[in-house]
């Protein structure tokens, strides 16, 4: 997502007197409401307020232990690593094998889709039945401009975050759910890179509330969107290792 313009220009003739003051009343009401609105959707969180601009706060790249995450290199553009509860959605019983590379210690995959799921999931394991994860990356390529760098960070302005929480409400409707509070919208920091953050909470099946936060980080030229969700029963399971999965997130190159 990269917004076409930020503000646009607005000719208004201001006069002297009561209606100088009319205009800064409306100003602060419009202020304020956008204000709320930001903060209600926890655009302020875990950022720092510098020169008027909100500057999120940058989070520690996380290194995981060899023995017992994953690595994967995904389209020769950026790497990611899951713990090893979480299998590769297998199309068949030697997909996993067929991208295993003896020489690296890891998986290189050169698909635009992947997802991961709960362990033994594929096995159809009645243990694995017990829960819910899912892991979605979806990898796009464009030309040079058409998303941020990696290291830019845009403010988002009330309609901005309004939009997006739209368009995730939306979705969610025409999949037959609905979303459950408020639709958080912010910028995170990786490191030395920036990513937009959704989080929410869906309805999911069998009355089974759902987590759900997507991530977007741009290079340039080139776009990840990564979905985590899981049970909201389940959060002690999963939410720990999902909040470090997104921290081992890194372009092979930033634009």
């Given at each position: ?127 694995a039945l017990e829960t819910y994860c899912r892991i979605i990356i979806d990898y796009a390529q464009g030309n040079s401009g058409d998303f941020y760098k990696a290291t830019e960070v845009e403010e988002l302005n009330a309609d901005d975050i309004r939009y997006l929480q739209n368009q995730v409400k939306q979705g969610c409707e025409s999949a037959g759910f609905h ?77």
């Amino acid at each position: 997502m990269k917004k076409n313009n930020i503000w646009k220009s607005v000719g208004i003739g201001l006069f002297v007197g009561l209606v100088t003051v009319v205009f800064n009343k409306i100003e602060r009401s419009q202020r304020y409401e956008e204000n709320t609105k930001k903060y209600l959707a926890g655009y302020y969180d875990n950022a720092t307020l510098k020169n008027g601009k909100i500057t999120p706060n940058a989070q520690p790249i996380f290194i995981p232990p060899t023995d017992t995450w994953t690595n994967y290199e995904i389209s020769n553009a950026f790497t990611i690593s899951v713990p090893n509860t979480v299998e590769l959605r297998k199309r068949n019983d030697m997909y996993t094998q067929e991208v295993k590379e003896a020489g690296w210690h890891g998986y290189k995959i050169d698909l635009s889709r992947i997802t991961f799921q709960q362990k033994e999931l594929s096995k159809i394991d009645s243990k694995a039945l017990e829960t819910y994860c899912r892991i979605i990356i979806d990898y796009a390529q464009g030309n040079s401009g058409d998303f941020y760098k990696a290291t830019e960070v845009e403010e988002l302005n009330a309609d901005d975050i309004r939009y997006l929480q739209n368009q995730v409400k939306q979705g969610c409707e025409s999949a037959g759910f609905h979303t459950m509070g408020e639709v958080e919208v912010r910028w995170i920091r990786i490191g030395n890179i920036y990513g937009l953050e959704i989080a929410y909470v869906r309805s999911g099946t069998e009355d089974r509330q759902v987590q759900v936060y997507t991530y977007s980080f741009f290079n340039n030229d080139e776009m990840v969107t990564m979905t985590l969700s899981y049970w909201v029963k389940d959060r002690k399971i999963w939410e720990q290792d999902f909040h470090n999965i997104v921290r081992t997130f890194s372009w092979n190159e930033v634009k």
